[in-house]
């Protein structure tokens, strides 16, 4: 499954780095996607980034706030969030998606059989 990991509590304004990996799986060529579950609502889509790490889809809520990156060698995909508010908070899980689809469509629909992980949780309050 995947792991996500780096969430916490943070100030309006403050920074977090999400990371995103899948011990057992090697996620190289798969289209990496981050969605955010907020309390009481569905799991959506925020971002995608490509295979090989040089395209990316952003939703337009996070769109100049969140940065994504993958780094090969650890076999991990990166969320780099700045500027947080209190609408980004949730539970932030990562899963393989369809590139096409995703970075051309924004359409988070999920590939592969790694199964979802726990999530790791992001909390924007002051």
């Known amino acids: 499954q995947f792991v996500e990991s780096g969430g916490g509590y943070v100030q309006p304004g403050g920074s977090l780095r999400l990371s995103c990996t899948a011990p057992?799986?090697?996620?190289?060529?798969?289209?990496i996607g981050w969605f955010r579950q907020a309390p009481g609502k569905e799991r959506q889509g925020i971002s995608c980034?490509?295979?090989?790490?040089?395209?990316?889809n952003y939703a337009d809520s996070v769109k100049g706030r969140f940065t994504l990156s993958r780094d090969k060698a650890k076999n991990t995909v990166y969320l780099q969030m700045n500027n947080l508010n209190s609408e980004d908070t949730g539970i932030y899980f990562c899963?393989?998606?369809?590139?096409?689809?995703?970075?051309?469509?924004?359409?988070?629909?999920?590939?592969?059989?790694?199964?979802w992980g726990p999530g790791t949780q992001v909390t924007v309050s002051s």
């Open positions: 980034i490509s295979g090989g790490g040089s395209s990316f």
């Open positions: 899963g393989a998606v369809s590139e096409g689809l995703c970075l051309t469509h924004g359409d988070y629909r999920r590939v592969g059989n790694i199964n």
């Open positions: 057992g799986y090697r996620l190289d060529g798969y289209a």
